[in-house]
């Protein structure tokens, strides 16, 4: 009998579940080393030096440490670049996002292996963001695979989400369902389909994100709370921010999940002297509202359901999921958007904390049991970019239908050789023309190497872009040798899918 395994890669924290085969119940997997800790393993990696030999740390005894230059943390979003190093004192060499991965992953599957029963058959499914391309899920993979991890599949955090909810999957009805996924760095929202005739019917019919998170609400308090309110104290701290950080968190967490209206702290500093904080539940409010974010989430829901073809009464429920979730403020724009009856008003925090891994788990036991057909209306959840210089460029926009041919555009034969004759694919949830390379907003795809022989023209060449019934995108080049244009190459890659 098999032991399905879920693993959620969040980009703050990693949590798994697993399926029982005895039992048929849902357990949650401590994969904190500590025992203090609790579900969530913080995505850190620390690589000490014990006596003259390196020591590989993860989750909280990773993130305490104070020695910034030999860890890593937050993981998982560094996958998303092109290609993420950091150089390891201890180590003496540079190391990629995919081997901190295979570090991570070998500490927390020895962890899970050491409390499995005899001969345990595990079936392991990963859940990432809904962002992340191909090249991600294969690296992914090879860094599970390279950790002895038995993996089966990778899936999205979201798509995961809809097998936790027993009353999605078990229903006989047409179901349009909203999964507002708000963890530590990103929102990430997606409207699927649900129905059932011989088989179990998933569609996914239109995504978005935007790219803020926990994370940035507690740089908001630090920013419009904290550096006005406490100024001096606030400055002590800066130097090695983690315990402020840690503290601001943890007071949110206070007011949020305890439904406090004030919270309050203090921090020691190196002489031993204490200082007293306090946050009330009003100040997070205005701090969020500073950012701006609140027009920024309806706006997101317009177009999502634009997209969908659909409006808000069409939705037949909403589900929260991410830590951040669980705040009210956003709660409250939720209700107002879609109404109180299709809403989830008791949310208990283990579901939202472990629902993608549960979600993942389940999802592998349900496709072993039942036939599952998973169908995506739209090409890509994301728009499809190139890059030029610092800049992305939109040539497809999100959630654009299949079958959708780009115009003809142009690439200057100068740029092509500054780039080795290389064009960077890139996607992205926003709905801009333009992005930064700082903005982080947009995920690797994939390299396209061009054949410089072939082509003659001194000063540009056409492109033109088009994803194909299998879901591929289709790139092709072009001369126009002034009596008509011609066909010189075609190269094709893989974009994300939700499963």
């Not at 909810?165 to 929102?187: K, P, R």
């Not at 509202?289 to 069409?314: C, E, F, N, R, V």
């Not at 690439?411 to 780039?419: P, Q, S, V």
């Not at 994803?467 to 075609?490: H, P, R, S, V």
């Amino acid at each position: 009998m098999k032991t399905y395994v879920g693993i959620d890669l969040g980009a703050c924290d990693i949590k798994a579940a697993k399926i029982s085969p005895q039992t048929k119940r849902i357990q949650p997997i401590k994969l904190n080393m500590n025992i203090a800790g609790g579900v969530a393993l913080p995505s850190a990696i620390l690589y000490d030096n014990i006596n003259g030999e390196v020591e590989v740390k993860i989750g909280d005894n990773a993130q305490a440490s104070v020695d910034i230059d030999n860890k890593i943390s937050h993981l998982t979003p560094k996958l998303a670049g092109k290609s993420w190093s950091k150089f390891i004192p201890n180590l003496n060499r540079r190391i990629s996002a995919a081997d901190a991965l295979t570090d991570m992953f070998a500490k927390i599957w020895r962890h899970i292996a050491n409390q499995a029963a005899r001969n345990e058959n595990f079936d392991v499914t990963i859940t990432v963001p809904s962002a992340f391309s191909d090249v991600q899920k294969k690296i992914i993979r090879q860094a599970a695979i390279n950790a002895d991890v038995p993996i089966s599949t990778i899936i999205t955090a979201s798509f995961a989400e809809i097998f936790s909810c027993d009353e999605l999957i078990e229903t006989d009805s047409a179901q349009i369902v909203l999964i507002f996924d708000f963890g530590g760095t990103m929102l990430d929202v997606n409207l699927f389909k649900i129905e059932r005739d011989k088989n179990l019917n998933v569609t996914e019919l239109s995504a978005a994100n935007i790219n803020y998170g926990g994370l940035n609400i507690d740089y908001a308090i630090l920013r419009n709370v904290f550096m006005t309110k406490y100024t001096d104290k606030v400055r002590i701290f800066l130097t090695n921010p983690y315990e402020l950080m840690t503290l601001i968190e943890s007071m949110k967490k206070e007011i949020f999940l305890d439904e406090e209206e004030v919270s309050t702290g203090s921090l020691i500093d190196d002489r031993g002297k204490l200082y007293e904080f306090e946050l009330t539940r009003q100040e997070i409010f205005s701090a969020i509202d500073k950012d701006g974010i609140k027009p920024k989430i309806i706006s997101m829901l317009d177009d999502l359901l634009d997209d969908a073809g659909i409006s808000a009464k069409d939705v037949t429920a909403v589900k929260v999921f991410g830590g951040t979730s669980a705040t009210d403020y956003f709660l409250e724009i939720l209700k107002n958007y879609f109404g109180d009856e299709n809403f989830d008003d008791e949310i208990e925090r283990e579901e939202i904390t472990l629902s993608a891994a549960i979600g993942a788990a389940k999802y592998r036991e349900l496709t072993d049991e039942e036939n599952l057909r998973v169908k995506v209306k739209n090409l890509s959840s994301g728009g499809i970019y190139i890059q030029r210089g610092e800049k992305f460029f939109r040539c497809i926009k999100r959630n654009e239908l299949r079958g959708f041919m780009t115009p003809y555009k142009p690439l200057y034969i100068d740029e092509l050789i500054k780039n080795h004759w290389r064009l960077s694919i890139y996607q992205s949830f926003s709905n801009e023309v333009e992005l930064s390379a700082e903005s982080g907003d947009a995920v690797y795809i994939g390299d396209v190497k061009l054949n410089s022989h072939l082509y003659t023209s001194t000063q540009a060449i056409l492109f033109k872009m088009k994803i194909n019934a299998a879901g591929q995108l289709c790139i092709k080049f072009f001369e126009d040798d002034k009596t008509k244009i011609n066909l010189i190459e075609e190269k094709i890659l893989y974009i994300n899918k939700v499963c």
